[in-house]
Every structure is written in C-alpha cells, then in structure tokens.
C-alpha cells in the first residue's frame, strides 16, 4: 500500500460525459502529479501540483482540468469524454519540491480506470 | 525535457541477471534518474534512483557513467515474478519540469 487513495477504481461512462477523477495524496505529501496511461501505453504526465499550486504541465488536454485543495487532495476533471479518453489515470504523490531533491520518490495510487462507451 | 529511451522487451530466464538500459541524453544537471516497476493494472513502483555513478540497495543496482547520459538497471537473479514494465524516469520531484517516463522496456522471465 503506497498510500495514496484514488477513487473511483472503475468509472464506465459515455461520450460528451463530464467526471471527476480524486487523489489523496499520502500524508504529509505536497505534490501530485497525474498521469494517464491508454491500453498498452506509456505513461504520459499530465500535470503537477505543490501545496495548492500549478508547478509543471504536461500534455494535459484543454477539456481535462485538475486542482489540489487546501488540504492536500486533488481532483482531476474529464469533460466532453470522448472513446480515446478511456484509460488509466494515476496520482502519484511525493514530499519534496526542490529541484535538487535526492529522494524524490513518486507513491503511485492504484488508478482509476475510464471506460468512456 | 528530458526524453528517454528503453528496449521495448527483453527475455530472460529465471536466476539470471538483467540489465536494463535507459539512454537519455540531454539530461539537465540537477535531474536524478529514479526506475520504476509496474505490473498490469497496478502504479509503478520505485525501484531506486541515482545521481552518478554506481547506486545499489536490497534488490537492484543502478549504474552511471560520468556523462550520465545512459543509465543501467541491473536486476540480481530475477525470478518469475519480476516479469514487469520497467521505466525510467529522468527529473527530480520537485522539478517544475515535467516527470517524463520512457516507454518501458517489458521484462519476461522465462522458467
């Protein structure tokens, strides 16, 4: 167990849809970073958070949108779902935020699963 | 941004060693270079990570040479269940660069 919660695990929804993909970062963790990983893929980053903030983009689509609350959770927003979305979307969470950080190990939730129909 | 590249598969049998290797050559200085085990639908799982030269712990060494453009698991005695995705991953966690995975090279270790 890496300590970081994802819910939904499995989410089937259909095309046009809108969902909401949640992390709880391990405690004491002030980055999240989210990633998505299509059938036989690799894992693309999408986007980073730091106590609240934006701190590193990836290829995130304009229709996907994320935000990490105060208390350290974040959420990932899939709107106007088309089939290619369907996939795996992790959290990961890691402490540190320095660039030189020796000991920056990314927990990685279990995933939540998008099937899009 | 750091790109890496990985064999997409390799085969081994079980009580053998694997060495995996990673080229990523335009590394920036500060980042470190962290590998990642994944098994079917599960998160990646940190393996070890290094800066320069030779890092080891419980269950894999990591090797790197002084351009630090290239990096090399090395997996002791593998066994069945070592048949994983590997990755590695150049940046630091707190980078405010993005944390880029290679493709993965697929392990498969054979009885």
């Known amino acids: 167990d890496s300590g970081v919660t994802q819910t939904p695990k499995h989410l089937i929804t259909a095309t046009g849809q809108r969902v909401t993909l949640r992390c709880s970062p391990r405690?004491?963790?002030?980055?999240v970073y989210w990633y998505q990983q299509s059938l036989d893929q690799g894992l693309q980053f999408l986007i980073q958070?730091?106590?609240?903030?934006?701190?590193a983009k990836g290829n995130i689509l304009e229709r996907f949108s994320a935000q990490q609350f105060p208390d350290l959770h974040s959420e990932l927003n899939l709107s106007s779902l088309e089939l290619g979305d369907s996939a795996l979307y992790f959290c990961?969470?890691?402490?540190?935020?320095?660039?030189?950080?020796?000991?920056?190990?990314?927990?990685f939730g279990e995933g939540s699963r998008l099937t899009v129909l | 941004l750091a790109k890496t590249t990985q064999p997409i598969s390799m085969d081994s049998y079980e009580g053998q060693e694997v060495n995996i290797t990673c080229s990523h050559n335009?590394?920036?200085?500060?980042?470190?270079i962290t590998w990642y085990q994944q098994f079917p639908s599960q998160g990646p799982r940190f393996i070890i990570q290094?800066?320069?030269t030779k890092v080891t712990n419980e269950v894999a060494s990591l090797f790197i040479p002084a351009d630090r453009k290239s990096s090399t698991l090395s997996l002791p005695r593998v066994s069945l269940s070592d048949t994983a995705v590997y990755y590695c991953?150049?940046?630091?966690?707190?980078?405010?660069?993005?944390?880029?995975f290679g493709s993965g090279t697929q392990l498969t270790v054979l009885p």
């Open positions: 335009n590394i920036a200085t500060n980042d470190y």
């Open positions: 290094g800066y320069k």
């Open positions: 990961a969470s890691s402490l540190y935020k320095a660039p030189t950080d020796a000991t920056g190990e990314l927990f």
């Open positions: 958070y730091y106590n609240g903030e934006e701190r």
């Open positions: 991953l150049v940046g630091g966690a707190g980078s405010a660069r993005q944390l880029t």
């Open positions: 405690s004491g963790d002030l980055s």
